[in-house]
């Protein structure tokens, strides 16, 4: 197990003498397991917590995994790699299933649907492609986009899709029609990041001004938000495509999520974490720096989230902010993404390795 950025050697040397059986020290505030140190300061209320691997896979790819995804039946995983390449492995081993082939250039990101049978996926050839994760043929391909794609996101159970771009669009797609239903925003800027959710019943969407089509599938209520290069992060109603707010940040957005119906996350590229209130974005309702490297994935957990940067660092960042749990290993190679599925964590990184961390301490 390592530890990074925390300064406590004699926590380190702990662990590496425990055995499976926790450890207290009363005098130092440590606790340590053969997969977890735990740093606590009673005084000031204040508890950081270690976490190493369950454990790891290393021969998914050859270089950075760049994008992944667990399936909602937890047994497979989706991944896309500068080494060209994106498979679909077995969550219990690493064992690749499937290989995807049809993109042209990088594969930027990749997405299960609900079914954990199909993936969407976007690359830098500015197309979509749907996958079946059964015998990995491409049934479906999307055309529209005029820059590579960057993010996805999927409405409901995946009849529509919505997709962000460099040429600064993001679109909603029919999937059984291979056809866009419309431009949902066009920024002039590159859109880095998309999340898609039901919106709070006080936030006002607006209406359509042209009838939406019959093809439109679970679009109404739901507000769709924007991580834009421009230091924007911008809400949109995805069924009337009439813009909800625009907030301005320090940097470039890389990534944003929903906490809540009300509450929001986005994460820059100089390390600021913005928790915004959608019903009144001109104030952050809190801003959050754990290191001023770029903010790279968010992701909603319990009664916090979990966000990875680009310094290696991984943190369960829990609401009260008082207790702060790091997924350690990475050290100074940024972890792309992170994915959840019941009391796993994996995360994808730029030294090529998924890690996979067991919560069931917590």
Not at 60 to 75: L, N, Q, R, V, W
Not at 333 to 349: G, R, S
């Amino acid at each position: 197990m390592k530890l990074k950025r925390s300064g406590c050697l004699r926590g380190k040397a702990l662990a590496e003498k425990t055995t499976n059986q926790p450890v207290q020290s009363a005098a130092t505030g440590f606790e340590a397991s053969e997969k977890s140190i735990v740093i606590s300061c009673p005084k000031e209320n204040v508890t950081s917590k270690f976490l190493a691997p369950y454990t790891t896979f290393s021969r998914i790819h050859e270089k950075s995994i760049t994008c992944f995804d667990i399936s909602s039946g937890g047994g497979l995983g989706v991944s896309t790699s500068t080494d060209g390449t994106m498979k679909i492995w077995q969550t219990t081993n690493g064992e690749t299933r499937r290989i995807l082939e049809g993109h042209i250039y990088d594969v930027n990101c990749c997405k299960f649907f609900p079914s954990g049978l199909v993936v969407l996926s976007g690359g830098m050839d500015a197309q979509l492609k749907i996958w079946s994760a059964e015998d990995a043929s491409c049934p479906v391909t999307l055309k529209g986009h005029k820059g590579g794609i960057l993010d996805v996101a999927i409405v409901e159970r995946g009849r529509n899709v919505v997709s962000s771009s460099r040429d600064g669009t993001a679109r909603l797609w029919d999937c059984g029609k291979s056809a866009c239903l419309g431009v949902v925003a066009d920024c002039g800027s590159p859109i880095n990041g998309i999340a898609l959710d039901v919106a709070d019943s006080a936030v006002e969407l607006g209406s359509p001004e042209d009838p939406p089509s019959n093809r439109e599938i679970g679009t109404k209520g739901k507000l769709l938000l924007l991580a834009r290069e421009d230091k924007k992060l911008q809400g949109v109603s995805l069924h009337s495509r009439q813009p909800v707010f625009l907030f301005g940040g320090s940097d470039a957005f890389n990534c944003c999520a929903f906490l809540s119906s009300v509450h929001i996350l986005a994460g820059s590229q100089d390390g600021n974490i913005y928790q915004l209130d959608t019903r009144n974005t001109q104030t952050p309702v809190q801003v959050t720096r754990r290191s001023g490297a770029p903010v790279l994935s968010l992701m909603p957990f319990r009664e916090g989230y979990i966000t990875s940067q680009g310094d290696g660092s991984c943190f369960i960042i829990q609401q009260d902010l008082d207790r702060v749990i790091e997924l350690t290993e990475p050290d100074s190679d940024p972890v792309y993404k992170v994915a959840l599925w019941e009391k796993l964590i994996y995360t994808c990184c730029r030294d090529g390795i998924v890690r996979k961390y067991l919560l069931s301490n917590l």
